[in-house]
């Protein structure tokens, strides 16, 4: 009779967290669905509209399907580079011949934990056509150099982002990677080398297969990453030396999911209703894309 009556306490106990949790995440989603049932801008009285948020989205708005579109670019772009040069470079630091390793961990890492406010200001100044260090560099090289409007570029400033993101998260991938290395057991590769393998099999046939769940891992999280992108593009765009002044950037080429979603809701038309609909559809697509790479490598993994 006792235990009976003690079961009650861990349930006491845990009920603090589930309170925490409901109020602060399974609440606002909720409640972020019904907002996008709704024309309600944060002020006025809400009115019912049901699915035309998604419709006028998915039928009638061109720039949802623009900022997904740059999004899907940008993500093609640098996070296959992350994704093979992390692994490579991962390999060399990890190697006990590399001399410095434990300042060269930090160096590619430093990137990673560095404010965006401090990385977008960097780059707007690196690439600004008129006080930028790029340009003045190439002016020095070429004297008839005529100065390059990097920021007001649309291929140039989308080249710009992709190399700031590929900057910033290298250290990320390689640090996992790292971390996936040092779980590989020594004695599969002792036995590799009394079978005569070179160094290009024992990468193809040991350290990639043995790196698998790391790789998913890395390829999830950087795909909801990549979708959320927001601060890169902003602040490059957007900073005090900039000359764009205009959202996602000249011709939009740099406007993402996310910052549609941030215009929508909080600056332009201050619509919530349609930025609650925006933030639903990328959920949705970054739901469906981990479900679809989930399932491919679930089958491979049955298959071999």
């Known amino acids: 009779m006792k235990k009976k009556k003690e079961n009650w ?9 589930f309170l925490i949790y409901f109020a602060f995440n399974l609440f606002p989603v909720i409640y972020t669905f019904f907002i996008s049932l709704t024309d309600w801008n944060g002020i006025n009285e809400r009115h ?14 061109p720039n949802f399907w623009k900022a997904i579109g740059n999004t899907v670019i940008m993500y093609c772009g640098y996070f296959p580079l992350n994704m093979i040069l992390g692994l490579i470079l991962a390999v060399c630091l990890h190697s006990a011949l590399t001399k410095g390793r434990r300042f060269l961990q930090v160096a590619y890492f ?11 200001l960097i780059f707007s100044l690196l690439f600004d056509k008129s006080v930028g260090l790029i340009n003045r560099i190439l002016a020095v090289i070429l004297p008839s150099f005529e100065a ?8 140039l400033v989308k080249l710009i982002v992709i190399l700031i993101v590929f ?9 996992f990677y790292m971390a996936g290395l040092s779980n590989i ?12 393998a070179n160094v290009f099999q024992k990468f193809f046939k040991i350290t990639i297969p043995q790196l698998k769940q790391t790789m998913i891992f890395l390829f999830i999280t950087g795909t909801i990453g990549s979708l959320q992108m927001l601060e890169e593009p902003m602040l490059l765009v957007s900073g005090w030396s900039s000359q764009s002044v205009a959202v996602g950037g000249v011709d939009r080429s740099v406007l993402t999911a996310v910052w549609y979603l941030y215009d929508t809701s909080f600056s332009t038309t201050n619509n919530f209703g349609k930025g609650s609909a925006i933030s639903y559809l990328l ?11 989930l399932k491919i490598s679930n089958r491979k993994e049955k298959t071999a």
């Open 9 to 17: 306490r861990p349930y006491v106990f845990s009920l603090p967290y």
């Open 48 to 61: 019912f509209i049901g699915l035309s948020n998604y419709k006028e989205l998915l039928a009638n708005d």
């Open 110 to 120: 430093l990137p990673y934990i560095t404010t965006p406010v401090a990385i977008g």
């Open 148 to 155: 390059i409007d990097w920021l007001g570029t649309p291929v």
């Open 167 to 175: 900057w910033r998260f290298g250290g990320y991938y390689t640090i």
């Open 185 to 196: 057991s020594p004695d599969i590769y002792e036995a590799a080398d009394i079978d005569g």
């Open 283 to 293: 959920f949705l697509i970054i739901a469906i894309l981990t479900l679809v790479f």
